[in-house]
């Protein structure tokens, strides 16, 4: 079955980026776009954008270039997002999902808190 | 970005009660294919969202079919029929229509 397993949650002073991993499994990793969306109790769900897993190319949202940076590895069927110059804004629960259009299948989520 | 505007905000009902959230969008959610991307998800507490409905009518894999979306261009509706307790939550609704895809801000669902 489809799965989206996401690395655990994270600790980072201001400042300082995290880098965040999504391996998928049970299916063609290459098939699907990989999404990322941001979850906060003020802001709701936002979208940060989406990588080409078989090109490695991005799209990001408007918000979040500069902020959000979108990689994979074809070989482990893994994604990142690294989030660089970490603001107590940051800190938030992030998703990645499959593909780009039927938000189908969900990872589990990753916490993020920036604290000094 | 397209705006979706969901309400209410929130609901409280008994078991075995139906109710309806609302969800409507800035711009219209036509793709160029014809096909209308609108979805609507629960957040369970402490869970990451799961599709129960999508291009506004269609039930994801495993949804009963107590869980009904109607709706078309930019008015789009949930319907659960005989709420269960199991249906507590955060309801989003979701277009994937245009880029960057936009969410509502969610409807939560409390059970008397």
């Known amino acids: 079955q489809v799965q989206l397993q996401q690395s655990g949650a994270e600790l980072a002073k201001p400042g300082s980026s995290v880098k965040i991993s999504c391996k998928a499994s049970?299916?063609?990793?290459?098939?699907?776009?990989i999404s990322w969306i941001k979850q906060t109790t003020g802001q709701g769900l936002e979208y940060i954008g989406y990588?080409?897993?078989?090109?490695?190319?991005?799209n990001y949202n408007e918000k979040f270039k500069g902020k959000a940076t979108l990689t994979v590895d074809k070989s482990s069927s893994t994604a990142f997002m690294q989030l660089s110059s970490l603001t107590p804004d940051d800190s938030a629960v992030y998703y990645c999902?499959?593909?780009?259009?039927?938000?189908?299948?969900w990872g589990q989520g990753t916490l993020v808190t920036v604290s000094s | 970005d397209v705006v979706m505007t969901q309400t209410p905000p929130s609901l409280s009902v008994a078991i075995g009660q139906s109710v309806s959230i609302s969800c409507k969008s800035s711009?219209?959610?036509?793709?160029?294919?014809?096909?209308?991307?609108l979805h609507w998800l629960l957040q369970s507490p402490g869970r990451s969202p799961k599709r129960l409905i999508y291009?506004?009518?269609n039930l994801g894999s495993g949804v009963p079919d107590r869980f009904s979306g109607t709706g078309s261009q930019k008015d789009f509706t949930l319907k659960i029929s005989r709420v269960e307790a199991e249906d507590l939550g955060v309801y989003y609704c979701a277009q994937t229509t245009h880029f960057p895809l936009t969410f509502g801000s969610g409807t939560k669902l409390e059970i008397k």
């Open positions: 990588i080409n897993t078989g090109s490695g190319g991005t």
């Open positions: 711009q219209s959610l036509v793709y160029s294919d014809g096909k209308t991307y």
């Open positions: 999902a499959r593909g780009t259009t039927t938000l189908a299948y």
């Open positions: 049970g299916y063609t990793f290459t098939s699907y776009y």
């Open positions: 291009q506004v009518s």
